[in-house]
């Protein structure tokens, strides 16, 4: 393999590469192995017929660009590290010349990007006050009242907060349509479960009563039924009134570990705050390192942005089948395709690599190293998070790629812990004052010294949970 020549232009490469006359033969012959089980020639078994006679047959090109491709990734790999280049992507051919033997190949290919880093230290980021009303203290403990509640069953009639079992039978134009029919259904009243108005013409049923339901659907429902009236007829089997403990000291110690209704206050209070100043701080550490990649220069190649929509669509993927959906249902269900669904992610997948590209440049610049300590650590930590051992975790996380993402996240603290914290107005008031302002002339712009521009390296791998 010989690299002729390379050109390096808006961010990508053409490599003029000859391949030789024995690297080539080599690749079609392994080409010829691989199809000659489906190739029938007139007087041979078939897939016994010998590779000259198969091209005899069917022209000397015949296996060219299977041999191509059974080379190409040695080949390809070889040229870029005589060269020195930090590609991203996938690769084209766009040209291929067979001469004496051997082959010459263009291949053109994406990138990494150049990168200038702008200011990531010191930088002023909005960040909220964690606070818990004593509101939603008080709703907690009503959700508790709730989940310990006793249900009575009631003869009188139904009321708002009374649960109730029904049969019931939709029809649209007097037909029966599908899905509109229960028996033995549990609905509560005023948990908005039903179509808008089918619970509150429940209120004042009884038990052993029958009554039509006449609702209208919404305009944004089933294509089928969107915008139609129908009727619901319904037979009420039985009333039940959801009888909710006093909240009381005696509540307290029914529903908790605590002894008195204060005690219990206290710890609501206390875990409210705690997973809320959790969020802030990680909202603060994301919003830090969104901003310092905004403030860098540099060109994101279309193939890294796509390889992150795809791994971002594979994820959702994985949770939607946990629920039980499929990736193209979701995506009918938004009002659109995949490719719809795929457009929508990608300002989002923009953002995520431009921080991956900012984490590995902070990463080299601050010169941030991660200890064989650190690693095993990290290992220990997995592996009794996911309940799985050591070894196993290994298996499924290679150290270099734990490193590359224990470095990224030594770069996500720096940035953070050296951000200065601002009220979310203040920090807005000073964005909007910050585009008012006059742009700066030719000749002052002129003066100031050029940001250090960094010799481009290899994003920092992420690594990937284990998979079961």
């Given at each position: 393999?010989?690299?002729?020549?390379?050109?390096?232009?808006?961010?990508?490469?053409?490599?003029?590469?000859?391949?030789?006359?024995a690297q080539f033969e080599n690749g079609l012959d392994k080409a010829y192995l691989k199809n000659r089980k489906n190739i029938l020639v007139p007087g041979f078994r078939k897939g016994k017929a010998p590779r000259k006679v198969i091209?005899?047959?069917?022209?000397?090109?015949?296996?060219?660009?299977?041999?191509?491709?059974?080379?190409?990734?040695?080949v390809y790999a070889e040229a870029v590290e005589a060269?020195?280049?930090?590609?991203?992507?996938?690769?084209?051919?766009?040209?291929?010349?067979?001469?004496?033997?051997?082959?010459?190949?263009?291949?053109?290919?994406?990138?990494?990007?150049?990168?200038?880093?702008?200011?990531?230290?010191?930088?002023?980021?909005?960040?909220?006050?964690?606070?818990?009303?004593?509101?939603?203290?008080?709703?907690?403990?009503?959700?508790?009242?709730?989940?310990?509640?006793?249900?009575?069953?009631?003869?009188?009639?139904?009321?708002?907060?009374?649960?109730v079992i029904l049969?019931?039978?939709?029809?649209?134009?007097?037909?029966?349509?599908?899905?509109?029919?229960?028996?033995?259904?549990?609905?509560?009243?005023?948990?908005?479960?039903?179509?808008?108005?089918?619970?509150?013409?429940?209120?004042?049923v009884k038990a052993g009563d029958e009554k039509d339901v006449d609702v209208t659907f919404p305009k944004n429902y089933t294509p089928e039924l969107a915008g139609k009236p129908v009727v619901f007829k319904c037979k009420i089997h039985e009333v039940k009134e959801t009888i909710l403990a006093e909240k009381d000291d005696e509540f307290a110690k029914d529903?908790?570990?605590?002894?008195?209704?204060?005690?219990?206050?206290?710890?609501?209070?206390?875990?409210?705050?705690k997973d809320r100043e959790e969020a802030i701080?990680?909202?603060?550490?994301?919003?830090?390192?969104?901003?310092?990649?905004?403030?860098?220069?540099?060109?994101?190649?279309?193939?890294?942005?796509?390889?992150?929509?795809?791994?971002?669509?594979?994820?959702?993927?994985?949770?939607?089948?946990?629920?039980?959906?499929?990736?193209?249902?979701?995506?009918?269900?938004?009002?659109?395709?995949?490719?719809?669904?795929?457009?929508?992610?990608?300002?989002?997948a923009e953002t995520t690599v431009r921080s991956n590209i900012l984490l590995s440049e902070v990463t080299e610049v601050e010169k941030i190293e991660v200890t064989d300590e650190e690693i095993e650590e990290e290992y220990k930590k997995m592996a009794e998070q996911y309940q799985?051992?050591?070894?196993?975790?290994?298996?499924?996380?290679?150290?270099?790629?734990?490193?590359?993402?224990?470095k990224g996240r030594k770069a996500v603290q720096l940035i953070?812990?050296?951000?200065?914290?601002?009220?979310?107005?203040?920090a807005e008031e000073k964005a909007a004052a910050s585009e008012a302002e006059p742009a700066e002339d030719a000749e002052s712009a002129e003066e100031k010294p050029a940001p250090k521009k960094r010799t481009p390296r290899k994003k920092a791998e992420t690594a990937e949970e284990p998979k079961e």
């Open positions: 393999m010989n690299v002729k020549s390379v050109e390096k232009e808006n961010g990508k490469a053409k490599l003029v590469v000859e391949i030789d006359k091209e005899g047959m069917y022209g000397a090109t015949v296996f060219y660009e299977d041999g191509i491709n059974e080379i190409f990734p040695d060269e020195k280049l930090r590609v991203v992507g996938m690769p084209s051919v766009s040209n291929m010349d067979v001469q004496d033997g051997g082959v010459v190949l263009t291949v053109e290919t994406e990138l990494y990007p150049e990168v200038t880093l702008g200011a990531y230290k010191g930088i002023e980021v909005p960040k909220a006050e964690a606070k818990v009303t004593d509101e939603e203290v008080e709703a907690e403990l009503d959700r508790m009242a709730e989940r310990n509640a006793r249900i009575s069953t009631v003869d009188r009639p139904a009321a708002v907060g009374d649960t049969d019931f039978e939709g029809f649209e134009s007097g037909k029966p349509f599908k899905g509109g029919k229960a028996e033995n259904y549990t609905l509560k009243l005023g948990s908005h479960q039903f179509v808008p108005g089918f619970e509150d013409a429940l209120v004042g529903v908790s570990e605590f002894d008195t209704l204060d005690q219990l206050r206290a710890d609501i209070r206390a875990r409210f705050m701080r990680r909202e603060f550490e994301n919003t830090a390192v969104t901003m310092a990649a905004d403030n860098m220069t540099c060109k994101v190649p279309d193939s890294m942005i796509d390889e992150q929509v795809e791994k971002n669509l594979e994820q959702l993927g994985y949770q939607l089948q946990s629920s039980g959906m499929k990736l193209e249902d979701y995506a009918k269900m938004m009002g659109g395709d995949l490719n719809s669904l795929r457009k929508n992610m990608r300002p989002m799985m051992t050591v070894d196993q975790i290994k298996k499924a996380i290679s150290a270099d790629s734990l490193r590359s993402d224990l953070a812990d050296s951000a200065v914290a601002v009220a979310p107005k203040e």
